[in-house]
């Protein structure tokens, strides 16, 4: 069959699955904006990815790279949980252009780097790609 009108913007040509869009929770990322510390944010809101992450950064730019990389993957776990609830099936675009869905992405960016850092090397280069498969563009900002 053959299609006669316009194609979505938003159709997957390759066939894979549909991006996974996260549900906005704006609590978090507002408190962090407002300049709440990231830890009270972390115990306030104990799933939201975006805390821990923060808590990732905050302990990585002091030097303690064991604790970053204990808060990255709590923050990557409660993530894919979050996806997983989302109807993601382990794999698939997870864009980095829509806001929710930038906790999940920073703190598989902080992850990946811990594990480099402590000498992690397969952890390092699984987190990497797992970035790059799923957002082109966090691989890019984030570095």
């Not at 996260?22 to 904006?33: H, S, V, Y």
């Not at 204990?70 to 990557?76: L, N, P, Q």
Request: with cysteine; hydrophobic share 35%; proline share 8%.
């Amino acid at each position: 069959m053959y299609q006669t009108g316009p194609m979505s913007i938003h159709e997957n040509l390759l066939g894979g699955p549909p991006p996974t869009h996260l549900p906005d929770d704006p609590g978090p990322r507002e408190l962090l904006a407002s300049g709440t510390s990231a830890t009270d944010v972390a115990a306030q809101h104990p799933t939201s990815s975006l805390a821990w992450a923060r808590l990732a950064d905050e302990a990585y730019e002091r030097g303690s790279v064991v604790e970053s990389y204990a808060y990255a993957r709590t923050g990557y776990h409660r993530g894919l949980d979050a996806l997983r609830r989302n109807g993601w099936k382990g794999h698939g675009p997870v864009p980095w252009e829509h806001e929710p869905n930038r906790g999940f992405l920073r703190a598989l960016h902080a992850l990946a780097r811990a594990a480099q850092a402590i000498g992690e090397q397969e952890e390092y280069e699984r987190c990497s790609q797992f970035l790059k498969d799923s957002s082109p563009t966090a691989a890019q900002v984030l570095g």
